[in-house]
T-cell receptor, first 111, second 116 residues
Framework: RKEVEQDPGPFNVPEGATVAFNCTYS??????FFWYRQDCRKEPKLLMS???SGNEDGRFTAQLNRASQYISLLIRDSKLSDSATYLC????????????FGAGTQVVVTP | NAGVTQTPKFQVLKTGQSMTLQCAQD?????MSWYRQDPGMGLRLIHY???????DQGEVPNGYNVSRSTTEDFPLRLLSAAPSQTSVYFC???????????????FGQGTRLTVV
């Protein structure tokens, strides 16, 4: 079983619509959570950290549910430029920077 | 700002050949790591370093060596290339990633390696 699991998609989203997707993690010792964005054939880049109380960054909202061991990402008012693969990333407690990556959820925003 | 620089961007090797993937960062980051990315799988950690002179194995270290003689450089060596090592390789660095510290990981542009 994968440590971090994501629906691979693709999620086809009309421009201006809202899309949300989850990521589940298996290790309860997970300490920190992030969403990274990866454009086709490019390197991953940090989109946002995920805090216990949930957090927003513009059109992006991230939530953490420790009891059910999942995090979510919601994108409002989708733009064409939001088309990318979104990687769920988990860091375990007491791990020296070792990040666990999900395989990614592909989002395709269509005109 | 250069950030994390990886070379080469593309490489084709024959089975059994060796090569070194270069990674350099100019941000004075303590922590550097190498990942491989395969279709349908998340990035998997190969080796990492928490500072010059200190390296350790990640999840999939077999067939790879690393060294960290300077803060800036963290090369990855393929000892005897195998087709199973065909992948996209990413080098990453972060300022500090101690057990209780979270900082952003910056990635290089990747190396697309094909072993035939």
């Amino acid at each position: 079983r994968k440590e971090v699991e994501q629906d691979p998609g693709p999620f086809n989203v009309p421009e201006g619509a809202t899309v949300a997707f989850n990521c589940t993690y298996s290790n309860s010792a997970s300490q920190s959570f992030f969403w990274y964005r990866q454009d086709c054939r490019k390197e991953p880049k940090l989109l946002m950290s995920v805090y216990s109380s949930g957090n927003e960054d513009g059109r992006f909202t991230a939530q953490l549910n420790r009891a059910s061991q999942y995090i979510s990402l919601l994108i409002r008012d989708s733009k064409l430029s939001d088309s990318a693969t979104y990687l769920c990333v988990v860091k375990l407690t007491d791990s020296w920077g070792k990040l666990q990556f999900g395989a990614g959820t592909q989002v395709v925003v269509t005109p | 700002n250069a950030g994390v620089t990886q070379t080469p961007k593309f490489q084709v090797l024959k089975t059994g050949q060796s090569m070194t993937l270069q990674c350099a960062q100019d941000m004075n980051h303590e922590y550097m790591s190498w990942y491989r990315q395969d279709p349908g799988m998340g990035l998997r950690l190969i080796h990492y370093s928490v500072g010059a002179g200190i390296t350790d194995q990640g999840e999939v270290p077999n067939g790879y060596n690393v060294s960290r003689s300077t803060t800036e450089d963290f090369p990855l060596r393929l000892l005897s290339a195998a087709p199973s090592q065909t992948s996209v390789y990413f080098c990453a660095s972060s300022y500090s990633s101690g057990p209780l510290v979270d900082t952003e990981a910056f990635f290089g542009q990747g190396t697309r390696l094909t072993v035939v």
